[in-house]
C-alpha cells in the first residue's frame, strides 16, 4: 500500500512524495524545491528516490528537477508539450505509466498552461488524482496560457472520475477559494461547513489536501457552472446571461482573478 505525504516548499506549494514501504522506494510530484525532498531522503537513508512526476513547466513546480536528479538518478516524466528540466519521459495524453508498481493513466489538461498534464491511478477504495494546478480544492488554477474553454474541457474530463477520488493539488489555496465559493453561492450550505472546517484546520496549521471528487462537486463553484443559482450569479457579474456552462465558467475565472 502506497503512502503520501506531503512536503511543503514555498508559501504555498506542496511537494507530494509518495512511498511504497515493501521496497522503500519513493516518488516525488512537481518539487519546484530539491531541499524539503533532499531533506526527507538524508533523514530515511535507506530509501530512494525512483521517480519525478510533473504536471507543468512552471518553476514552483520543476525548480528542484535537475538537482534532485543529479543527486538520485531518479527518473523525470513530464509533459511532451513543455520544456521540462532533466526530462527522460515524454508524455502525451492517454499514456499510461508505472510509477512505484502502481498505473497511472496521463490525461491532458490544458488552461493553466498548454501542455499541463494530470496522473490518475484507478485503485479501490480511493483513487489518486495528481492534478498540479489545474483542479483545485474549491478553485481551479489561473488562465496563464489556455483559454476558459480549454479548461472547462479539462475539468469536465477531471469531473468524470469516481467520487472516491483524491485531489492531491499543489497548492494550499483552499481557504481562498472557500471565500469565493461563497461569494458565488452564499446559500450553499457545504460551502459554508467545509469553509469553517478548513478555516479551523488552517489556523493550526494543519494541510487542507487531499480533498475528494465528491465534496468538490459540492463546494467547488468552477465544477459548478450547470447549477442555476451559479449561472445566475456569473450573470450578475457580467451583465449578461452566459448561454453555456463553459461562458459561466469563463465569468467566474475572470471574477475570481479580481477577487
Ligand atoms: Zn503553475
Ligand atoms: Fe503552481
Request: aromatic residues 8%; glycine residues 6%; contains cysteine.
Amino acid at each position: 500500500m502506497i503512502q503520501i505525504d506531503a512536503l511543503p516548499a514555498f508559501t504555498d506549494n506542496y511537494i507530494w512524495l509518495l512511498q511504497d514501504p515493501s521496497s522503500k522506494r519513493c516518488a516525488v510530484v512537481d518539487p519546484g524545491d530539491a531541499a524539503p525532498v533532499l531533506g526527507w531522503l538524508e533523514q530515511h537513508p535507506d530509501w530512494q528516490l525512483t521517480d519525478i512526476l510533473v504536471t507543468h513547466h512552471h518553476h514552483d513546480h520543476v525548480g528542484g528537477v535537475a538537482q534532485l536528479k543529479q543527486a538520485t538518478g531518479a527518473r523525470v516524466l513530464g509533459p511532451a508539450a513543455e520544456s521540462i528540466p532533466a526530462r527522460d519521459v515524454a508524455l502525451v495524453d492517454n499514456d499510461r505509466i508505472n510509477v512505484l508498481g502502481l498505473d497511472f493513466d496521463v490525461y491532458a489538461v490544458p488552461g493553466h498552461t498548454l501542455g499541463h498534464i494530470a496522473f490518475y491511478h484507478a485503485q479501490t477504495p480511493a483513487p489518486l488524482l495528481f492534478c498540479g494546478d489545474t483542479l483545485f480544492a474549491a478553485g481551479c488554477g489561473r488562465l496563464f496560457e489556455g483559454t476558459p474553454e480549454q479548461m472547462h474541457h479539462s475539468l469536465g474530463r477531471l469531473t468524470e472520475l469516481p467520487d472516491s477520488t483524491l485531489v492531491y493539488c499543489t497548492h494550499e489555496y483552499t481557504l481562498s477559494n472557500l471565500r469565493f465559493a461563497q461569494a458565488v453561492e452564499p446559500h450553499n450550505t457545504d460551502i459554508a461547513e467545509r469553509l469553517a472546517q478548513v478555516s479551523q484546520w488552517r489556523s493550526e496549521n494543519r494541510i487542507s489536501l487531499p480533498s475528494n471528487l465528491a465534496l468538490e462537486r459540492l463546494t467547488n463553484p468552477f465544477i459548478r457552472t450547470h447549477e442555476t443559482s451559479v449561472k445566475e450569479k456569473a450573470d450578475e457579474r457580467t451583465g449578461t446571461s452566459n448561454p453555456s456552462p463553459s461562458a459561466v465558467f469563463a465569468a467566474l475565472r475572470a471574477w475570481k482573478d479580481k477577487f
